[in-house]
């Protein structure tokens, strides 16, 4: 049976916006990385990533859990708005270590933000 994958909340400045957003991210393959969007199976029954950015790669910091804690983790600094166009620019995409389209499919129903 598939484990079931947590989402996290990352809170992030994009480039050129002015109000904070918060973007998902997952672990996958003992890193975190941030998905800004899923492509979902036609059915609805499974997702996969459209692409997904480490969150390495950018200066940031773990939240503590609290009750008036609002994501699990935060961005330092301003992230590039390109990462999060339909097409990634080849320069950012390779600054960032983006992964276009991975293979990997998460059932809908084990895709959760813990309670």
């Known amino acids: 049976m598939e484990e079931p994958k947590r989402l996290f909340r990352v809170a992030l400045y994009k480039e050129g916006t ?5 973007c998902a991210a997952m672990r996958h393959e003992g890193e975190i990385w941030l998905v800004p969007d899923w492509i979902r199976s036609p059915r609805g ?27 699990d983790y935060a961005i ?3 992230v ?20 276009e ?4 499919r998460v059932q809908m129903g084990l895709l959760h933000y813990p309670s």
């Open 76 to 78: 330092d600094g301003v």
């Open 45 to 71: 029954r499974s997702a996969k990533p459209l692409r997904m950015i480490p969150l390495s790669k950018f200066p940031h910091k773990k939240i503590p859990p609290t009750s008036e804690a609002f994501a």
């Open 18 to 22: 002015s109000p904070m957003e918060i």
């Open 101 to 104: 389209r991975p293979a990997v």
């Open 80 to 99: 590039p708005k390109g990462l999060f166009d339909r097409r990634v620019p080849s320069v950012l995409s390779a600054a960032f270590g983006v992964l």
